[in-house]
């Protein structure tokens, strides 16, 4: 069975074999030449967000409370200033040399390495879109990892004649979201617009040639190398900043002596370097999480795996088992049950492309992967498709509360950042998401196919689910009584991120044990692991310090901000 509750990995990553600094094409033999600046694990947005304001020469590198000022006024960029920074290249060839992006751009061009699982930019984001069907993205249009303006994308894609491709959001209580603090944009970017303007951020910042396919399996701590200390870019916090203490200003270690660190990879390539960002971030897709299964799915599971097959009778004999008796091609028994973490990647080989026709498919969950799931078994030929949710389904615009998207944001994260205790900080991210939802749009397209091949059971939850060799059903008795069989049984039930999930993670905690609350690393404010240790997290295992949303595009963008002043004060491309 591919049923389980624990997937590890390492983020979504690109490009061709890889080497010693950048390379030798050796798969096996350490490096031994001079330390890469920066390594980076991951080729997602996190990643994407970071370089691209370690490159830019006007990056926006301000706060939190800044940046919601400077929105909340009258535009303080005209759509022609942006348009006039989208046709700037940043890449080698390029002659912009000044600001911030001086010396750090050198060092981002010829002194880091990206290693990514794919070996592509936003491999891993394209695959889910693909997988998933999903055509729009939930979060609005002012949320990319476009380094210099939150109109980027918006100005990107009217100059591309591709404003079609922005949808509004039609189905939402605009007055509640005023109350709450969020007044827009109420736009949202078109899945195939995202992905070209993110692989034209790349193009433009020169970032093609970084990235090497592989998975990181550790990361080694060195002994202490000496060092020069801070560099000329020393970003300070200035008053009204995001507490984000100045961590290696503080640490004596750091201004006399830094640790290398060696990056180890799956097929035995090592590389040394300076600075490492872990930047796996799950995107849509589920990475070092224990899936949350329902009581009954295991013993499925056994089932389905042949290790205890119960010789079952139909629950009752008045469920109708015809429907899909004798179809063409088989089904795999470990396919008929799987997690939503798993679907990704099988729903996007040959074998799922008519499996699903005329079968019957149950999908649990109310989040908004559930929604897609449901678009997904209909477009591909299911003859029948039934949702549970045990709840009624919570609609709202965003998978955190509007109010955390508005003008209020900066006020609700410096209560964050004041609560000491750890605990208290999951607890109020916990708040912000209050378990699954789905926006109102796609709730609206799912009532639209109640009663055709679609029922809708709000309310309800699966109180047995047995499998039959006889009929070869897996036969399902809901709360309400109801009565089915099906052929597939999906669980869009989330869980819960577990560092030791990671193996580059749990290798750190190993090396350099840090506190955790539920399995999140307690991160200094800077997303440094650990006082003196130059290894910084970004994404998911960012949320005790970033927020609720530190897993998506808007902690895309605060964990950029927070990382690249840290590596410019820090000395990235001084030497």
């Given amino acids: 069975m591919s049923l389980d509750r624990n997937f590890t990995g390492t983020a979504g990553q690109h490009f061709g074999e890889s080497s010693a600094p950048v390379g030798s094409n050796s798969a096996s033999a350490p ?5 890469l600046d920066l390594l980076v694990i991951g080729a997602g947005p996190h990643a994407l967000s970071l370089l691209t304001r370690l490159i830019d020469d ?6 939190e409370a800044e940046r919601i000022h400077l929105m909340q006024r009258a535009r303080a960029r005209s759509h022609a200033e942006v348009r006039h920074h989208l046709l700037k290249r940043f890449d080698l060839k390029s002659k912009v040399r000044v600001g911030t992006g001086s010396s750090a751009s050198n060092s981002i061009h010829n002194s880091t390495l990206v290693i990514d699982t794919h070996g592509r930019w936003m491999a891993q984001w394209a695959a889910d879109f693909e997988a998933f069907g999903i055509e729009f993205l939930r979060s609005h249009e002012y949320l990319h990892p476009d380094p210099y303006d939150f109109q980027s994308l918006t100005v990107w894609a009217k100059m591309r004649n591709r404003g079609s491709e922005l949808k509004q959001m039609n189905c939402v209580d605009r007055r509640d979201c005023h109350r709450v603090g969020f007044k827009g944009p ?17 193009a433009r910042y020169g970032l093609e040639q970084i990235v090497r396919k592989g998975t990181v399996e550790e990361i080694q701590i060195l002994p202490p190398q000496p060092c020069s200390g801070e560099g000329p870019h020393s970003v300070k916090a200035g008053k009204g900043s995001d507490p984000q203490p100045e961590t290696g200003k503080n640490d004596q270690m750091s201004l006399t002596q830094r640790h290398l660190l060696e990056v180890v990879l799956s097929d035995g390539r090592r590389f040394i370097a300076r600075w490492v960002v872990c930047a796996m971030g799950p995107g849509p897709a589920f ?25 079952t009778h139909p629950l009752d004999s008045s469920v109708d088992h015809s429907a899909g008796v004798t179809l063409e091609g088989e089904i795999c028994s ?14 996007l080989q040959t074998e799922a492309k008519n499996v699903l026709q005329n079968r019957r498919v149950l999908i649990v969950g109310g989040g908004q992967t559930s929604a897609h799931l449901v678009h997904v078994a209909i477009a591909r030929g299911a003859s029948a498709v039934t949702l549970c949710s045990r709840k009624r389904i919570c609609r709202k615009p965003f998978d955190v509360d509007a109010s955390f998207v508005g003008f209020l944001r900066p006020n609700m994260l410096q209560q964050f950042w004041q609560l000491e205790d750890f605990r208290a900080r999951k607890q109020f991210n916990a708040a912000l998401r209050n378990g699954g939802s789905m926006s109102g749009e796609a709730y609206a397209d799912l009532a639209a196919r109640v009663g055709e091949r679609l029922d809708l ?4 939850e699966v109180v047995q689910a047995h499998w039959c060799p006889l009929t070869e059903k897996i036969q399902v008795r809901l709360e309400d009584g109801r009565l089915s069989s099906f052929d597939f049984v999906w669980l869009a039930t989330g869980g819960n991120f577990d560092l030791e999930l990671v193996p580059v993670l749990a290798s750190l905690k190993r090396q350099a044990p840090i506190p955790c609350v539920g399995s999140l690393p307690q991160l200094q404010g800077d997303l440094r692991w650990a006082a003196g240790l130059p290894v910084y997290v ?26 690249a002043r840290a590596l410019l004060r820090d000395g990235l491309g001084s030497d």
Wanted: hydrophobic share 45%; aromatic share 8%.
């Fill in 31 to 35: 490096t031994a030449q001079e330390p």
């Fill in 58 to 63: 006007e990056p926006d590198l301000m706060s």
């Fill in 186 to 202: 109420f736009v949202t970017p078109g899945s195939r617009l995202f992905l070209d303007f993110c692989a034209d951020l790349v």
């Fill in 287 to 311: 990475q070092g999480m224990h899936a949350t299964l329902p009581w009954w799915a295991e013993e499925l599971e056994c089932a389905l795996g042949g290790g205890q097959i119960h010789e």
């Fill in 334 to 347: 470990e396919h008929r049950l799987q997690h939503s973490s798993t679907l990704s990647k099988w729903l």
């Fill in 457 to 460: 059971a709000e309310e309800n």
């Fill in 538 to 563: 970004m994404g998911a295992f960012a949320q005790l310090q970033l927020g609720a949303d530190a897993l998506n595009l808007a902690g895309a963008r605060a964990g950029g901000v927070v990382v």
